[in-house]
């Protein structure tokens, strides 16, 4: 542990962040990617830091086909620290939906509710028009390969706006601070990073990525983060996602 000023200890250690970590992984409430029941879509990273404390969140955005069209596309806010006001991990009020049908079409068929309607022109995102497109090609060209050339099931087509709307479908500033203390300094963002394999029982605390984030996090020092592993946290390296 360290000591600042006249030996007053620091809040927090590297080895209580990932304690942390670790224990809501054990417990199912870190972002598992390859989530049997969401197709994952697009992921982000933030983490904050000042002496006395630390957050973290983890953001995933992807399509629970059990809640079905709308209802099941959202950004799921892993919220991790010492100074946050729910449990750690994340929990129903961390769910965030942002997708609507527009005036013209229903978006998505009405009897299943997982590929688009083939009559819909745009959808709403955030309360903006998205145009839906319903090219085959558009989506092989992103590597997005069809399960059924006949539809485009709701996972398919939201790959197919990132990294377009990236932004647009991962949360506000104002959403992320409302988490966290408003004024607890941004210290680290990423959009690509190596992720664990918790369904393989990968903690983190014995991925590389968590514990040079545990680093940042105690010290402040975004040297620290000198990832030598592959980002992995992109769609494609977690096919089993969704698949259950």
């Not at 601070?177 to 607890?184: F, V, W």
Request: hydrophobic content about 35%.
């Amino acid at each position: 542990m360290r000591f600042l000023g006249f030996g007053k200890k620091q809040k927090y250690s590297r080895k209580s962040i990932l304690k942390q970590l670790d224990s809501c992984a054990q417990n199912f409430t870190f972002p598992m990617l390859d989530n049997g029941y969401i197709y994952p879509v697009t992921s982000r990273m933030t983490a904050y830091r000042d002496d006395e404390r630390w957050a973290l969140i983890i953001e995933v955005v992807g399509f629970n086909y059990r809640g079905g069209g709308h209802d099941g596309i959202n950004n799921c806010l892993h919220v991790f620290g010492n100074c946050i006001v729910t449990e750690p991990g994340t929990d129903n009020s961390n769910f965030l939906n942002m997708t609507n049908d527009s005036e013209d079409f229903k978006t998505f068929d009405e009897e299943f509710e997982e590929s688009l309607n083939p009559n819909a022109v745009t959808m709403v995102l955030r309360g903006q028009k998205v145009l839906i497109n319903h090219s085959p090609e558009f989506y092989l060209n992103k590597g997005i390969e069809l399960e059924d050339k006949s539809v485009i099931y709701i996972w398919e087509f939201l790959r197919g706006l990132v990294p377009k709307y990236d932004e647009v479908l991962l949360a506000t500033d104002q959403e992320l601070r409302e988490r966290i203390p408003k004024n607890l300094p941004l210290v680290l963002a990423l959009s690509e990073w190596n992720h664990p394999d918790c369904a393989d029982s990968e903690l983190p605390s014995e991925n590389e990525t968590f514990r040079q984030i545990a680093e940042v996090l105690e010290t402040g020092n975004r040297e620290f983060y000198k990832p030598t592993k592959d980002p992995n946290n992109h769609w494609k390296n977690w096919p089993e996602g969704g698949t259950l």
